[in-house]
């Protein structure tokens, strides 16, 4: 059976300016053996030019920038799917504006169809301007529901989901959110994989470290879902959750291994028990959305 992998990024492949254990040999395996994959991301900030940029200073040259999708590009995707000709009101960096340009979507500060939030910094007059907008009647959409993103250093920042909830306050009204765990993310990544690999793919995978956006949009999409645990979630807080994973790894480099031997490692098995469901610590991660 022929797999094609959709990997998340941050938490699985590296952690700030370090590649995780076996992040390498991972990509070196799926490159030597002609496995089909795409990076995905919920930041909006960057494009994917940029990411490869970054993967290349990571220790991982020769990956395409046809190899990433991130929520800005998946955002430009929708809205130029649904609703041809429209225009928008950005408040982001650059990433999302290069996405809305690919699509021929204009950033138009005068009467917007829609006002689309991803990571940035906007300022208040900003935040101001795209409030009239939303009263004035444009829709408010959201890259991804990230309330806040990671940044070097172990320190955070606030996400696009932070941005949009403050003009949903402001406005009272709904933002839609795109990006993981949205299906539509999913549907069209798991699309460019198979055109990149001319549809010869049998089976595709998301691996992730994030239950809430990464294992849940991928169960919801009907995909199988690989949980690595160097990333957001430890296998005790598995059990808080109502979905699981199809399996769960300690990282990529059981993977690169299995890749490299031909033969399966042993599932990870959770114990579902009350007491781990007592332990499980609250998260501050995104919150959920249901799949489109």
């Given at each position: 059976m022929r797999r094609g992998y959709l990997i998340d990024m941050d938490g699985v492949m590296y952690r700030g300016k370090d590649l995780l254990p076996g992040a390498g040999e991972f990509v070196e395996q799926m490159q030597r053996q002609g496995i089909p994959f795409l990076f995905l991301t919920n930041n909006s900030a960057p494009t994917a030019e940029d990411l490869a940029v970054k993967?290349?200073?990571?220790?991982?040259?020769?990956?395409?920038p046809k190899q990433f999708y991130t929520s800005a590009m998946n955002t430009a995707d929708f809205l130029a799917?649904?609703?041809?000709?429209?225009?928008?009101?950005?408040?982001?960096?650059?990433?999302l504006a290069a996405a809305m340009n690919a699509q021929g979507i204009p950033n138009d500060a005068i009467k917007p169809d829609y006002v689309v939030v991803g990571e940035g910094n906007p300022s208040m007059e900003r935040l101001a301007k795209a409030h009239q907008f939303i009263e004035n009647g444009a829709l408010l959409v959201a890259t991804n529901p990230d309330n806040w993103c990671p940044m070097a250093g172990g320190t955070s920042r606030p996400g696009a989901g932070s941005t949009a909830s403050f003009l949903e306050a402001s406005t009272g009204?709904?933002?839609?959110?795109?990006?993981?765990?949205?299906?539509?993310?999913?549907?069209?990544?798991?699309?460019?994989?198979?055109?990149?690999?001319?549809r010869n793919v049998d089976q595709v995978?998301?691996?992730?470290?994030?239950?809430?956006?990464?294992?849940?949009?991928?169960?919801?999409?009907?995909?199988?879902?690989?949980?690595?645990l160097t990333g957001s979630t430890t296998l005790e807080e598995v059990s808080a959750y109502v979905y699981r994973p199809t399996r769960i790894l300690q990282g990529v480099?059981?993977?690169?291994?299995?890749?490299?031997?031909?033969?399966?490692?042993?599932l990870v098995v959770i114990q579902g028990g009350a007491s781990l469901r007592k332990t499980a610590p609250r998260l501050n991660l995104p919150r959920p959305m249901l799949a489109s």
């Open positions: 993967m290349k200073h990571l220790g991982l040259p020769g990956i395409s799917q649904n609703h041809t000709g429209c225009t928008a009101y950005l408040l982001g960096d650059e990433g009204r709904p933002a839609y959110y795109l990006g993981k765990p949205n299906g539509f993310m999913f549907q069209c990544a798991r699309a460019r994989l198979l055109r990149q690999a001319c995978v998301m691996i992730g470290d994030t239950m809430e956006t990464d294992i849940r949009g991928a169960n919801e999409s009907g995909l199988m879902s690989y949980l690595v480099a059981d993977l690169a291994q299995e890749m490299e031997t031909g033969k399966e490692r042993p």
